[in-house]
């Protein structure tokens, strides 16, 4: 491969790694313009869509356009910065065209963070920790616990099998809030059990894409922040609907 | 000021931060930003001003803290400025719309002006709160983020 086409190739991947990783439209452009520029192309320009990525290198008088299949679905903020400190670092110490190979290959096949039982069960303590923000009780809030805990797992085991988001994301807002319903009524909670459901669905917030949708209409990426805020809703909704099943059954109980 | 119930701020976001794989080190200072946030909000609010106008302060010092602090310690901005708001999400307000709309569908006609007055004022409200949170957090990375990341390298002496 060229030089040019290295840069072109190792961008593509840059950016491929950041759209994955949950960075929004205007991180992935400056972190693929800058590496390509790193690696001696004399100008660059990227394109993003919310499922693409793309881009055309210039170089003495010849140019090079390719492009991947890169959606902005995933987030591993752990991978933005060290993709951050390969970008700065190609800059800085001019490392060569097969060390940023290396080290993107290091960083694609890096270790998770957390185990996933560790995330699970700190997402039923978030949302305890959202009914107690909300005026729960002790019993509501182990209801809450154990709800999110559950519904986490729901989302965990159908997002694996490559459900859309609005079977995963109301079956998993069903399982919580029916397990905090169900609950609060054998119980007899009564209206206690409100703080406690409110709390219950909010582990599904697709806090991640509102944020990146709101940055890129802030950053004139009309397109791409109406894609990632149309997703949002859509995930808000799902759960609204899997809440609303859940305490409609619980209604109708014995 | 009660500050206690500001604490379970800092155990909401501990879920979130973890989905979002945030390195482990910055663990303690996204529990931190979300606590001082939540703080800040409460203040705010016990000041008089609306929720939305609350939470958008305390979500622009979680913008401009998360545009200061990570250039400093070299991560991505978006691991000290996503996370820390999560916790500020009007969750009663949403409960209390989604319920209102669920009890339009079988009230009488008496009750339901009533019932979409509710449910219009905790929309809104929920809604721009929303909406202040994500603008709040996010402006401040985008229009003062790079001079910050830029003064924070260049060092005192030089930045004068």
Same mark, same amino acid.
């Given at each position: 491969?060229?030089?040019?086409?290295?840069?072109?190739?190792?961008?593509?991947?840059?950016?491929?790694?950041?759209?994955?990783?949950?960075?929004?439209?205007?991180?992935?452009?400056?972190?693929?313009?800058?590496?390509?520029?790193?690696?001696?192309?004399?100008?660059?320009?990227?394109?993003?869509?919310?499922?693409?990525?793309?881009?055309?290198?210039?170089?003495?008088?010849?140019?090079?356009?390719?492009?991947?299949?890169?959606?902005?679905?995933?987030?591993?903020?752990?991978?933005?910065?060290?993709?951050?400190?390969?970008?700065?670092?190609?800059?800085?110490?001019?490392?060569?065209?097969?060390?940023?190979?290396?080290?993107?290959?290091?960083?694609?096949?890096?270790?998770?963070?957390?185990?996933?039982?560790?995330?699970?069960?700190?997402?039923?303590?978030?949302?305890?920790?959202?009914?107690?923000?909300?005026?729960?009780?002790?019993?509501?809030?182990?209801?809450?616990?154990?709800?999110?805990?559950?519904?986490?797992?729901?989302?965990?085991?159908?997002?694996?099998?490559?459900?859309?988001?609005?079977?995963?994301?109301?079956?998993?807002?069903?399982?919580?809030?029916?397990?905090?319903?169900?609950?609060?009524?054998?119980?007899?909670?009564?209206?206690?059990?409100?703080?406690?459901?409110?709390?219950?669905?909010?582990?599904?917030?697709?806090?991640?894409?509102?944020?990146?949708?709101?940055?890129?209409?802030?950053?004139?990426?009309?397109?791409?922040?109406?894609?990632?805020?149309?997703?949002?809703?859509?995930?808000?909704?799902?759960?609204?609907?899997?809440?609303?099943?859940?305490?409609?059954?619980?209604?109708?109980?014995? | 000021?009660?500050?206690?119930?500001?604490?379970?701020?800092?155990?909401?976001?501990?879920?979130?931060?973890?989905?979002?794989?945030?390195?482990?080190?910055?663990?303690?200072?996204?529990?931190?930003?979300?606590?001082?946030?939540?703080?800040?909000?409460?203040?705010?609010?016990?000041?008089?001003?609306?929720?939305?106008?609350?939470?958008? *302060?305390?979500?622009?010092?979680?913008? !401009? =803290?998360?545009?200061?602090? %990570?250039?400093? $310690?070299?991560?991505? +901005?978006? &691991?000290?400025?996503?996370?820390?708001?999560?916790?500020?999400?009007?969750?009663?307000?949403?409960?209390?719309?989604?319920?209102?709309?669920?009890?339009?569908?079988?009230?009488?006609?008496?009750?339901?002006?009533?019932?979409?007055?509710?449910?219009? *004022?905790?929309?809104?409200?929920?809604? !721009? =709160?929303?909406?202040?949170? %994500?603008?709040? $957090?996010?402006?401040? +990375?985008? &229009?003062?983020?790079?001079?910050?990341?830029?003064?924070?390298?260049?060092?005192?002496?030089?930045?004068?």
């Amino acid at each position: 491969m060229t030089g040019l086409g290295d840069a072109l190739d190792l961008s593509l991947e840059v950016g491929e790694l950041v759209q994955l990783s949950g960075g929004h439209t205007s991180l992935t452009v400056d972190h693929m313009e800058r590496m390509a520029s790193a690696l001696g192309a004399q100008e660059s320009h990227a394109r993003i869509s919310s499922v693409n990525v793309a881009m055309t290198v210039f170089d003495e008088g010849e140019n090079l356009t390719a492009g991947r299949h890169a959606q902005h679905l995933g987030i591993n903020f752990n991978t933005l910065t060290l993709l951050k400190r390969l970008v700065a670092d190609t800059e800085e110490h001019r490392l060569s065209a097969s060390q940023v190979r290396s080290r993107l290959t290091l960083i694609r096949n890096s270790a998770k963070v957390y185990p996933t039982w560790s995330v699970m069960l700190a997402l039923g303590g978030s949302s305890a920790a959202f009914a107690a923000l909300f005026g729960a009780q002790a019993a509501a809030m182990a209801l809450v616990l154990l709800g999110g805990w559950a519904g986490a797992w729901v989302r965990h085991g159908l997002v694996a099998r490559r459900l859309k988001p609005f079977v995963a994301v109301t079956s998993a807002a069903f399982t919580s809030a029916f397990i905090v319903a169900a609950g609060g009524h054998w119980l007899g909670l009564g209206d206690e059990v409100n703080p406690a459901l409110a709390a219950s669905t909010l582990f599904l917030v697709p806090g991640v894409p509102m944020l990146n949708g709101t940055a890129d209409l802030l950053t004139a990426h009309y397109l791409n922040g109406v894609v990632r805020l149309a997703m949002s809703a859509v995930i808000i909704g799902s759960a609204a609907v899997g809440l609303t099943v859940a305490v409609s059954l619980v209604d109708v109980l014995p | 000021m009660t500050w206690a119930p500001s604490l379970w701020a800092g155990l909401a976001v501990l879920g979130f931060a973890m989905v979002f794989s945030v390195p482990r080190r910055t663990l303690p200072g996204i529990v931190a930003l979300a606590i001082a946030a939540h703080l800040v909000r409460t203040a705010v609010l016990e000041l008089g001003a609306p929720l939305p106008t609350a939470s958008f *302060v305390a979500a622009v010092l979680v913008g !401009l =803290t998360a545009a200061l602090i %990570a250039p400093r $310690t070299n991560q991505a +901005t978006p &691991i000290y400025a996503f996370a820390p708001v999560i916790p500020l999400i009007p969750g009663t307000y949403m409960f209390e719309a989604l319920t209102g709309i669920l009890a339009l569908t079988s009230s009488n006609e008496a009750d339901s002006a009533a019932i979409v007055d509710t449910v219009m *004022v905790d929309g809104s409200i929920a809604t !721009l =709160t929303i909406v202040a949170l %994500a603008v709040g $957090t996010i402006s401040p +990375t985008l &229009i003062v983020g790079r001079h910050l990341a830029r003064l924070v390298r260049a060092g005192p002496s030089e930045a004068q």
